[in-house]
């Protein structure tokens, strides 16, 4: 079969969308030219057509005129997809994807999607059932997305005493560099000698805020015999979450400089309530 035909196929389904080659392109992350030299013969990158086929709502055999063909199943297809990836690349691929759903999921259609690919950004979507939140960077990025099925999401937010007394830590002096700090360096059991060192915060001090941090489980105590009696060495817990409550603090603190697509499923009037 010939590749040729893949070129067709994508004018051919295009048009079904109703969608122009500038609009095509801004939503799989190409130029309208390179839509325009598909459909004149050229053939696009095989990583482009499960997203392709997405886009056009169609199944991959489809784009090669294998129309009797079952739709996919987008998810089994992007896992494949992924896992045929360098190690090394997966992670940041996957982050991508994550970014393109949430900026689908929270817009009406393609021409609401702000571009973010000219430099770092902050963006946070909301939809009646859901919302985003994003750090976007050439170098680092933190996406989290949440899913509430009736649409309330009191199950989210934070409550209870642990809760409270987190919050109350990490508000203390020094509490907050100690803990970035921490997750900054190759975890390993050190003791607080050493860890005053590394932060410039008194032995004394540093002592205070690892039994806080103790007690909340953001790190582990182990236990040693020395030679010159009993002594403790702690390691960050490597606890996912805290990772992500940070990444999402920097995104929480950032001045109102962040990009906000309002997404017209919800009214105007309940997101000011909301924020």
Known sequence: MSYSIVGEQILKFRKEKGLTQKELGEAIGVSSSAVSQWESGGTPDISLLPVLSDVLGVTVDALFGRTEARREDIEETVGKYIVSLPEEKRMERIVSLMRKAALYGCTASVADIVNFNGGDSEMFCIAKDGFAAAIMSGGQSFLSAAWCKDG?????????????????????????????????????????????????????????????????????VLELETEDGGTKAYAVNLNGSVVSLLAATRLAAAPSRAITIINDKRKLNEYNRLT
Do not use: C, M, W
């Open 152 to 220: 309330s999401f009191t199950d989210l937010l934070p409550s209870g005493e642990d809760t409270v007394r987190l919050f109350s830590v990490l508000s203390s002096p020094n509490a907050l560099a100690l803990l970035s700090k921490l997750y900054g360096e190759a975890p390993k059991h050190r003791t607080a000698g050493v860890l005053a060192k590394l932060s410039g915060i008194t032995q004394s001090e540093v002592e205070e805020i690892l039994q806080q941090f103790a007690l909340l489980k953001l790190i582990d």
